[in-house]
């Protein structure tokens, strides 16, 4: 697999302002992916559920820290599925945040 596309992982982080209110603030990370079409299969599956799959990322296991949302070609997704390929990739499955 070739990682010739980039996106952004976000997580979220809870901190504390100078009164100490709590803030959730969202933290970035830039990585590089593969990409995969979601099959028919799979597609009208999820959608018997409710879910809507739109594409599968394919990044460094090493890399993804339990993320739920995604930022790519500045379009927001969020992650329905994960599935470990191996040691070193794992396949994030997102749907389209609207």
């Given at each position: 697999m070739?990682?010739d ?6 997580s ?18 830039n ?11 799979e ?11 739109e594409i ?7 890399e ?22 191996d040691?070193e ?8 945040v609207?």
């Open positions: 070739t990682y596309y980039e996106l952004t992982l976000i979220q982080a809870i901190i504390e302002d100078d009164i100490g209110n709590q803030i959730t603030e969202e933290i970035k990370t990585i590089y992916c593969g990409l995969k079409s979601i099959g028919r299969n597609f009208y599956t999820a959608a018997k559920s409710g879910l809507r799959p599968t990322f394919v990044i460094h296991n090493y993804y820290s339990g993320e739920k949302e995604i930022l790519f070609e500045s379009k927001r997704y969020r992650v329905i599925r994960t599935y470990l390929l040691f990739e794992i396949e994030l499955t997102c749907e389209r609207v």
